[in-house]
């Protein structure tokens, strides 16, 4: 759950004025990020390196598989790793997703469709794809109609991946920021945000100067992206849940929607139907054998 982005101003406005009907219903949604900043696409390090010292490294791996210690892991590149992180998906979906999640009222996806790529490194040899997440990939989710709101695809690309840029955005203008963005589609219109649902903007620009901004609806963070920290504990102090601006009523179903675009990427190519539910695929029995893989012997619940 990207607290930071959901304690923001920006996301506050996206909803807002999507609720106002300021692009119409929406019904396609692009979402990019600029990761991987690490390497992805590589097999299993065959060097033993002694564990640094302060390092309990089999309380490092948890439930996960015993395996040596290597630098490959730890300290920053887990992420890149199956049994430890969520790659680029999961790095920043949390951060970029979010904004759709809330304005359009998501909850569980019917499906998701997860495509990835490799880069080669001979014309034979090809990078292991059963140890790390892919150099880049697609993850297509269709969420049903709910709350008024139509059906609406949402489209997630990283590695370097770029949705189609939309006629109406300036040239020269840059798609997003550096980190990544969204692009809402509507029958009237198109909104774009940056990474934590910054900066958001009808587009063209034209649109944005001409739109009579509903009034402010949503309640405010106390100083937005940086008051997350004391959002969280005023509500544990309060004990009212409520009060905190990413409680599991949200971040649950958001959280289950990034991780089950991952696990898309262990069976691509084909189209996985989801019951949110009872947490399974009603299609594909070996996707389901990822939902709730094993823990080794000392670490189950």
């Known amino acids: 759950m990207g607290y930071q982005g959901h304690s923001g101003e920006g996301i506050r406005l996206m909803c807002e004025w999507i609720w106002d009907g300021a692009i119409g219903p929406v019904r396609e949604v692009h979402a990019w990020t600029n990761r991987p900043v690490w ?14 010292e302060g390092l309990d490294w089999d309380l490092w791996l948890g439930p996960a598989p015993v395996r040596p210690y290597n630098p490959a892991y730890h300290p920053f590149s887990w992420r890149a790793w199956l049994d430890f ?5 999961g790095d920043m979906a949390c951060h970029i997703l979010d904004p759709a999640f809330w304005a359009l009222k998501l909850k569980y996806p019917v499906s998701v469709e997860g495509c990835k790529s490799y880069r080669v490194l001979k014309i034979w040899e090809r990078y292991d794809d059963k140890e790390t997440y892919p150099d880049a990939s697609v993850v297509r989710f269709k969420f049903p109609a709910r709350e008024g709101m139509p059906e609406v695809k949402v ?8 949705p189609e840029r939309p ?3 300036e040239l020269g203008r840059m798609m997003g920021d550096d980190d990544g963005g969204v692009i809402f589609i509507g ?28 009034k402010k609806t949503l309640p405010r963070i106390k100083n937005g992206i940086d008051g997350h920290e004391q959002n969280w504990i005023d509500a544990c102090k309060a004990g009212d849940p409520s009060m905190a601006c990413g409680n599991f009523d949200y971040s649950g179903p958001f959280t289950e929607t990034v991780v089950m675009g991952n696990l898309s990427l262990r069976v691509p ?26 823990y080794r012997a000392g670490w189950t619940l």
């Open 39 to 52: 390497q992805q696409g590589m097999g299993r390090p065959e060097e033993a390196p002694p564990v640094p």
């Open 85 to 89: 992180g969520c790659g680029a998906l």
């Open 155 to 162: 489209s997630w690309y990283d590695g370097g991946i770029m």
């Open 167 to 169: 006629d109406e955005l």
């Open 187 to 214: 029958d009237k219109g198109k909104m774009m945000c940056g990474c934590y649902g910054s900066n958001p903007r009808l587009i063209p620009e034209s649109k944005m100067e001409a739109y009579k901004r509903p």
């Open 269 to 294: 190519n084909q189209v996985l139907q989801w019951d949110g539910q009872n947490m399974k695929f009603t299609n594909n029995d070996a996707a389901n054998e990822f939902v709730n893989p094993p």
